[in-house]
């Protein structure tokens, strides 16, 4: 029986939720259903999405197929990066070291701060008038 090892994992950046599963291939990534070059339109976004591949010299090795869901296009980005990342650990293990070197596979911590009542937003206040 022929049958294809996939790996699955989970990548989070902010809002987003990427459900990636990453299997061998040629190095095509599918997002939602779409070619990563068309969901993802700034250069910025591709370049993050292809960095743990770049950095282990693996760029037409796999494929990927991901399902995101919330936050922006930024956000996704990131949160596909480190899916693929936390997906090429599960299939090569001994790729750990290198990934958590380069922070792909630290999860980032920064989010949005709440904003507070009695004020415009999470740091702005209302304009102060003395009279």
């Known amino acids: 029986m022929n049958e294809i090892v996939k790996y699955h994992a989970v990548g ?3 809002e987003a939720v990427a459900r990636v599963q990453l299997f ?3 190095g095509k990534i599918i997002v939602n ?3 990563y070059e068309e969901y993802f339109v700034r250069e910025a976004d ?3 999405i292809k960095q743990p591949f770049t950095l282990i010299g693996a760029l037409n090795k796999y494929d990927v197929v991901a399902n995101i869901k919330g936050g922006g296009l930024a956000g996704q980005a990131g949160a596909l990066k480190h899916g693929i990342s936390r997906a090429l650990v599960m299939a090569q293990p001994e790729l750990r070291d290198i990934l958590r070197k380069h922070g792909f596979l630290t999860r980032d911590p920064r989010m949005k701060e709440r904003k507070k009542y009695g004020q415009k937003g999470a740091r ?3 304009q102060w008038t003395k009279r």
Request: proline residues 7%; positive net charge.
């Open 124 to 126: 702005k206040r209302f």
């Open 12 to 14: 989070r950046r902010k």
């Open 24 to 26: 061998a291939g040629k």
């Open 33 to 35: 259903g779409r070619p």
């Open 46 to 48: 591709r370049i993050i």
